[in-house]
């Protein structure tokens, strides 16, 4: 992976990042609006199939799940319907490092390299003038990278949630999986809600009010645990691992992985000086990274968010 795309670039890319969604301290850069949740993560037998990994291969695990809005901007509203929602869900298997899986209601990325990604959000940095979204720009940018078609398709037209629980969540990228036998296979995650997905209409969404995900959530959760599936596609022959803007055909095998139940809100992190991140390249034994060079530049980008918004380099235990 080259260097190219490290520290510097990300504080670039980060710069470019908060020139849309103006700065707000002490924030994430982007989903800066979340709520967090406690959890516990069951495998299934068919998990510890695929992968050795202590959260697939052992009993059931404690976890955090954070739903959040995309936006750089704490108080936006929830109604907005150009968004994706995420799903971070860190895994506290007993006797190694965390591990974490970022996930997201796009079906697929914007870019396939962090150059492209860097233009990307320039292409949507306000008219100082006008203070709006110069859609020339953007346009210009998705007839230069049409394998941005997809992504941007999905986020005009999506409607919002009916609820965070009520939506599914891909990693985008491929990971490798090995087993006891040191059998390596790629695949990729999905979260999906045990009642299935449901959205709502975008007038629907906005008379809920700014913050209805994030007091449906409490809601929901007051009356009873919520279930999320995880399973993981694995890739045919020909499918790429290292692309996150190309989905793979449905018929892919997918294996179900276990369950993961929200149990309720959770007000044990991000208390005084607790620095909570989730970064999709923080795996343990038994899982391995694909060589897509977005997810390698997501930690880079990601630790200079972090670095900004609490001043810690890096955050170790307990993380
Ligand atoms: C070049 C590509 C990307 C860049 C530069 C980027 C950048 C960022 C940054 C700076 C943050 C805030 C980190 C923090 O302060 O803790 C963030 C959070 C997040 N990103 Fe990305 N991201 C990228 C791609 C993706 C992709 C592909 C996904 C989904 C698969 C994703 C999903 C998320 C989610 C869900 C969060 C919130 C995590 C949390 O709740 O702490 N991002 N991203």
Not at 42 to 47: E, S
Not at 64 to 74: E, I, L, M, Q
Not at 194 to 211: C, F, K, N
């Amino acid at each position: 992976m080259t260097d190219v795309h490290g520290e510097e670039f990300a504080r670039e890319v980060v710069d470019a990042m908060r020139e849309i969604g103006a700065i707000h301290p002490g924030h994430r850069g982007v989903h800066a609006k979340g709520t967090l949740c406690g959890a516990e993560f069951t495998p299934t037998p068919d998990a510890a199939m695929l992968s050795g990994a202590a959260h697939f291969a052992g009993p059931p695990v404690r976890a955090h799940v954070r739903f959040s809005n995309g936006a750089g901007d704490p108080e936006a509203p929830d109604y907005e319907p150009r968004e994706g929602r995420g799903m971070a869900v860190k895994f506290y298997p007993p006797d190694n490092p965390t591990t974490d899986i970022v996930a997201i209601t796009l079906p697929v990325f914007f870019v396939r390299d962090p150059d492209a990604f860097l233009e990307f959000v320039r292409a949507r940095v306000p008219d100082p003038a006008t203070g709006e979204v110069d859609m020339a720009k953007v346009g210009a940018f998705l007839g230069a990278h049409p394998e941005a078609l997809a992504a941007a398709t999905h986020v005009m037209t999506a409607e919002p949630p009916e609820s965070y629980l009520t939506m599914a969540y891909n990693s985008l990228h491929a990971f490798g999986f090995t087993d006891g036998a040191g059998t390596l296979r790629f695949g990729r995650y999905r979260f999906d809600p045990e009642g299935g997905e449901r959205t709502i209409p975008a007038d629907e969404a906005a008379s809920r009010g700014a913050h209805y995900l994030r007091e449906d959530l409490a809601a929901r959760l007051a009356e009873g645990p919520a279930r999320f599936t995880l399973s993981v596609q694995l890739a045919g022959e020909d499918d790429p691992i290292d692309d996150p803007t190309v989905a793979w055909p449905d018929s892919r095998e997918r294996v179900e992985m276990g369950t993961l139940e929200i149990t309720g809100l959770a007000f044990d992190r991000e208390q005084g000086d607790d620095v909570l991140v989730f970064d999709p390249t923080r795996v343990i034994d038994g899982i391995e990274l694909s060589d897509d060079a977005i997810l390698h530049f997501r930690s880079h980008a990601y630790a200079e968010s972090v670095k900004r918004r609490s001043g810690v380099s890096r955050p170790t235990a307990p993380y």
